[in-house]
């Protein structure tokens, strides 16, 4: 049971390139979410889903995209990477039974846009 | 507009003693409060939650507080240890969306 699975683990980027930050949960949680974290800043919510096929966007949503056709997957994409950007990535996945609620988070991926 | 306000910004405290660190939050439809703890390097874990009709949760040596009426809650360490020095976040959460995360809080615990 690996739980959620960033890929990679470290990425340096120019200004102006694309990349992709996979995130793969194996708990068939059905909630997940993407947030950066930058110092000072805490975590901050990029976008989330709440099931297959259903995104929303969440207080830092400019520059980034996400899809979600799997309940195990939520890549999230920069379409043209920024110095901005530079950030530590964090992906996680949460069920919801009645009252209770479980997040796991991934162990991140720290990006470096030169 | 911060949904989620966390006060201190850092925490020095001595072994033994008492942690604090207050939150509070805007939005009445939150029905979800953790506190996450995070090492260096490493992703939040979570550390306690509560619900708004629950005052008080305590597990071990981590409480936490909620005041609804006042819209605060706050992450009490009882007989803090240094290796409870770490970065700890609190958050909200609303139905059917995602956490919302304060700035965070440094804890130093000296021995």
């Known amino acids: 049971n690996a739980g959620v699975t960033q890929t990679p683990k470290f990425q340096v980027l120019k200004t102006g390139q694309s990349m992709t930050l996979q995130c793969a949960q194996d708990?068939?949680?059905?909630?997940m979410s993407w947030y950066r974290q930058d110092p000072g800043m805490g975590l901050r919510l990029i976008h989330y889903?709440?099931?297959?096929?259903?995104?929303d966007q969440g207080e830092v949503p400019n520059g980034y995209n996400v899809s979600r056709s799997t309940t195990e997957d939520f890549p999230l994409r920069l379409l043209s990477a920024a110095p901005s950007q530079t950030s530590v990535y964090f992906c996680?996945?949460?069920?919801?039974?009645?009252?209770?609620?479980?997040?796991?988070f991934g162990s991140g991926t720290r990006l470096t846009v030169v | 507009q911060q949904q989620v306000k966390q006060s201190p910004q850092s925490l020095i405290v001595q072994k033994g003693g008492i942690s604090i660190i207050n939150c509070a939050y805007e939005?009445?439809?939150?029905?979800?409060f953790p506190w996450y703890q995070q090492f260096p390097g490493k992703g939040p874990a979570l550390l306690i939650a509560?619900?708004?009709?629950?005052s008080e949760k305590k597990e071990g040596r981590f409480t936490i507080s909620f005041n609804k009426s006042a819209k605060q809650f706050s992450l009490h360490i009882m007989d803090s240890q240094p290796g409870d020095s770490a970065t700890y976040f609190c958050?909200?959460?609303?139905?059917?969306?995602?956490?919302?995360f304060g700035k965070g809080t440094t804890l130093s615990v000296s021995s």
């Open positions: 509560i619900r708004p009709d629950v």
């Open positions: 939005n009445t439809a939150f029905d979800y």
């Open positions: 708990m068939n949680h059905e909630y």
């Open positions: 889903s709440v099931g297959a096929g259903i995104t």
């Open positions: 996680a996945s949460s069920y919801s039974i009645g009252v209770h609620y479980g997040y796991t």
């Open positions: 958050a909200a959460r609303r139905s059917g969306t995602a956490l919302i």
